[in-house]
């Protein structure tokens, strides 16, 4: 059963850094692509960026793009998402998901292609 645990959100102020991980207990994360999916209140699911797991290439929405990273540590089967230059517009639950391939639309993940999801982790960006 492929399981996938998101952590380290929390309340931050604008400007500010913050990181998320993805880990994957019980399977390898190395087999996989990892995306990573922001849901604000109100709104639709949206996808942020991914990385694929042949080649390590990552796509990142146009909203993130220059200010969020995505890595991945197989070794450690963690997967990150480091944000910076936080906005409030950036608040929202954070998932993470995996899937066998990077299916993405201008660097835009696409949610629907990805088969297996964690719980998310509240990311709050307000001063």
């Known amino acids: 059963h492929v399981q996938l645990q998101a952590s380290g959100g929390g309340l931050v102020q604008p400007g500010d850094s913050l990181r998320v991980s993805c880990t994957t207990p019980?399977?390898?994360?190395?087999?996989?692509?990892i995306g990573w999916f922001r849901q604000a209140p109100g709104k639709e699911r949206e996808g942020l960026s991914c990385?694929?797991?042949?080649?390590?290439?990552?796509y990142y929405a146009d909203s993130v793009k220059g200010r969020f990273t995505i890595s991945r540590d197989n070794a450690k089967n963690t997967a990150y998402l480091q944000m910076n230059s936080l906005r409030p517009n950036d608040t929202g639950v954070y998932y993470c998901?995996?899937?066998?391939?990077?299916?993405?639309?201008?660097?835009?993940?696409?949610?629907?292609?990805?088969?297996?999801w964690g719980q998310g982790t509240q990311v709050t960006v307000s001063s």
């Open positions: 019980g399977f390898s994360l190395g087999h996989y692509a």
């Open positions: 998901a995996a899937n066998y391939a990077c299916i993405e639309i201008r660097g835009s993940p696409v949610d629907r292609h990805f088969a297996y």
């Open positions: 990385i694929s797991d042949s080649d390590g290439r990552t």
